[in-house]
């Protein structure tokens, strides 16, 4: 599996836990209807909301991560390998055309092409983290 889709697969994994559809059972209905058929298991793409599941996995994480602006953090979060291998990688897959030796500046372009790169793929981001 590709860096970013380890990425994506992470927090969507994440993103259908954080929103179960409803049973069946606990749909009101008029008495002596059969029940309603319950949705899919995960929420629609679209409905994955980044922000609100990074968020909640940080308030879970002993260490303090700066996951809003810092590739490595956000990668650490989702227990992802963040090495300088893992990030050139990441790099080669979005097409990064700068010096991969200069990881500072790889590494500001990598958190915001991620957060783009989700939102393409059907992710709410706020427009905040894609800066």
């Known amino acids: ?6 990425i994506m697969s992470a927090i969507f994994g994440h993103g259908a836990k954080a929103q179960p559809a409803p049973s069946s059972q606990s749909l009101p209905r008029e008495p002596g209807t059969p029940p309603a058929s319950a949705g899919p298991a995960a929420a629609p793409l679209s409905q994955v909301d ?9 308030s879970q994480n002993k260490e303090k991560l700066d996951w809003r602006r ?7 979060l989702l227990n992802l390998d963040s090495s300088h291998f893992a990030r050139k990688e990441l790099a080669k897959e979005l097409h990064y055309a700068g010096d991969t030796n200069d990881s500072a500046t790889m590494n500001v372009w990598l958190h915001k092409q ?8 059907g992710c709410k981001v706020p427009d905040e983290l894609k800066r």
């Open 1 to 6: 599996m590709s860096v970013f889709g380890s």
């Open 50 to 58: 980044v922000e609100a599941i990074l968020s909640r996995l940080a």
């Open 70 to 76: 810092s590739i490595v953090d956000l990668m650490k």
């Open 114 to 121: 991620v957060m783009i790169e989700l939102e393409k793929n």
